[in-house]
């Protein structure tokens, strides 16, 4: 049975880039904000290229041994088991880490010895230096955005990857993409994708981060579902992005004048 692609518009040259990156062996870094694709589109590539997909989700307490693996008790005996990273170094795949910068620093250094032109994953604990095949690739991804001085990508490990710039596609082609995703037609798609944008424009003002593009085919898919816009723009474009009533009242006054 052939497994499924996943649903992905090219903005740009990201796919051809994705391609080129693995057929020389080439890490890739993909920045973005908060839902604007990132992580459909490494599910995309990993479908069309048929490789198997290891995606870690990164956070403050994920540790280098959380990647590589550690020994764990199994039926009275110690066994050692292998991380997400050591699963796709040995067996082949993409090795997809979301949000690398929420990571402890240990985990870029693990990273290292794969981004450069020795693709080795030392594990210290077995004594094992595995050499990544061919058919490995590492993929990361962060939010500038988010981006602090505690929480940021050294220039050293920055420079081991190929980079690709992600935003939030231009009016019509997040039309296509959301009434795609969500069945609703795209005369009813539009003006929601002109809300997202106009609060979009808030960002850094009183939003954190704008709407995303998965938000907005939440929306969209309420709508088809039978929902009323003016409900199905509050429950997935307005609540999910600030608890605070007067920024709320602020989103809901330019959601009026929007829609007038």
């Not at 994953?121 to 050499?131: K, M, S, Y």
């Not at 816009?229 to 605070?244: F, S, Y």
């Amino acid at each position: 049975m052939t497994k499924s692609i996943p649903h992905y518009v090219e903005a740009s040259n990201e796919c051809t880039l994705f391609e080129q990156a693995f057929k020389n062996k080439l890490p890739l870094l993909l920045k973005g904000p908060t839902g604007c694709g990132k992580t459909r589109f490494v599910s995309h590539m990993a479908a069309r290229l048929g490789l198997p997909l290891y995606t870690v989700s990164c956070h403050d307490d994920l540790t280098a041994a959380d990647l590589t693996g550690r020994y764990l008790l199994k039926g009275g005996d110690t066994v050692w088991t292998d991380g997400p990273l050591t699963r796709a170094v040995r067996e082949g795949g993409i090795c997809y880490l979301d949000e690398v910068v929420e990571a402890r620093k240990d985990v870029t250094v693990v990273l290292h010895p794969l981004t450069d032109d020795r693709r080795v994953l030392p594990l210290d604990r077995t004594g094992e230096e595995l050499v990544a095949p061919d058919n490995f690739m590492l993929v990361v991804s962060y939010n500038p955005g988010y981006q602090n001085v505690m929480k940021s990508l050294k220039p050293s490990t920055r420079q081991r990857f190929l980079g690709v710039e992600f935003d939030f596609p231009e009016l019509e082609l997040e039309t296509k993409i959301i009434a795609g995703e969500s069945g609703l037609e795209e005369d009813r798609v539009r003006p929601l994708v002109r809300l997202a944008n106009k609060l979009r424009e808030m960002k850094g003002q009183d939003l954190e981060e704008g709407v995303s593009t998965r938000l907005i085919v939440y929306c969209a898919s309420l709508i088809k579902a039978g929902m009323t816009v003016d409900a199905a723009v509050l429950h997935a474009m307005i609540e999910p992005l600030t608890d605070e009533p007067d920024v709320k009242e602020g989103l809901l006054e330019v959601v009026r004048v929007t829609f007038g």
